[in-house]
């Protein structure tokens, strides 16, 4: 069965009377291409369990089920559930588990389906919900290697851009704080049905965590981070005196001893600036 066929995809959908969600962002690959790219560039290989966000109708589960040792797959659309019975059919190395990926226990599902297996995290992630996803996963600590993802472009520069430069964000530093981000290929709005309005890449991110802080501390830095990147026109001193409620005068004290200027701008300070910033107003609030 051809999944990335127009005319396939069609009957299929048809047949199950199967429509896209907009607001599930809903865009299936078409291009026979990519998802045989995306699994082999996402660690699925044997000795490897790869835990899918998404489904769509198949196409790239299949793929990485080709691959590694198991594939369990999170699919919150109900509604894909008769068509993936279908469609990946073939498999007898694939689970697909129907939850809504924020809310779903995923400590538990790694451990259960995982056992003995190495762990990788691929998925084509609608633009809505990248960044939640992205620091969830890494947030919960979980027992994967890398997570590879296809994101809208835009998306993609923020997430792989150097911590300093302009495209930086507050999703950079979460990504930076647990592993190394790189881009690995683009793909654009016409290799999708429906097609999107904007393009998109492929990114991975190795967890090779360099920074660690302790509970207390590492909770003020991402309150640090997310207060200074909330108001990007603002300098430091007055974003985080803003949001976090901390005198200006405190915040210009920290970001002295830290060998800053007081008008500097989130975007400015690198990732050893912020992580040293943070304990020094930690230390005088």
């Known amino acids: ?5 127009i005319g396939t995809v069609k009957e299929i959908m048809s047949r199950h009377g199967f429509s896209f969600s907009k607001g599930l962002g809903q865009n299936f690959i078409i291009n026979p291409e990519i998802c045989p790219k995306i699994a082999e560039n996402g660690n699925a290989q044997k000795g490897f369990g790869v835990l899918e966000i998404g489904t769509g109708i198949g196409v790239l589960t299949a793929e990485l089920a080709r691959r590694a040792d198991k594939v369990t797959a999170i699919e919150i ?26 809310k779903s226990d995923l400590q538990k599902i790694i451990v259960e389906e995982f056992a003995g297996l190495r762990v990788a995290v691929c998925a084509n992630l609608p633009y809505y919900i990248t960044s939640p996803v992205i620091m969830r996963l890494l947030e919960s600590r979980l027992p994967i290697e890398s997570v590879t993802v296809m994101v809208q472009k ?34 654009s709005r016409g290799n999708f049905m429906p097609a999107p309005n904007v393009d998109s890449v492929v990114i991975r991110i190795d967890l090779n965590q360099q920074y660690r802080l302790a509970p207390d ?3 003020f ?51 050893e600036n912020i992580i040293d910033f943070s304990a020094n107003l930690r230390g005088v609030i």
């Open 154 to 187: 835009e998306a993609g520069q923020r997430l792989c851009a150097e911590v300093g430069t302009r495209d930086a964000g507050a999703i950079t530093v979460g990504v930076n704080y647990y592993g190394t981000a790189r881009r690995l290929f683009s793909v």
């Open 1 to 5: 069965m051809n999944l990335t066929n």
């Open 217 to 219: 501390e590492e909770n």
């Open 77 to 102: 659309d109900t509604r894909l559930m008769p068509v993936l019975a279908e469609t990946l059919a073939d498999f007898d190395n694939i689970k697909i588990i129907n939850e809504d990926i924020m």
């Open 221 to 271: 830095f991402f309150r640090l981070v997310k207060a200074g990147f909330s108001q990007r026109r603002k300098t430091v001193a007055n974003a985080v005196s803003a949001q976090m409620g901390i005198p200006k005068e405190t915040v210009y004290t920290a970001l002295r001893s830290t060998g800053l200027s007081e008008n500097i701008r989130m975007e400015s300070l690198k990732m």
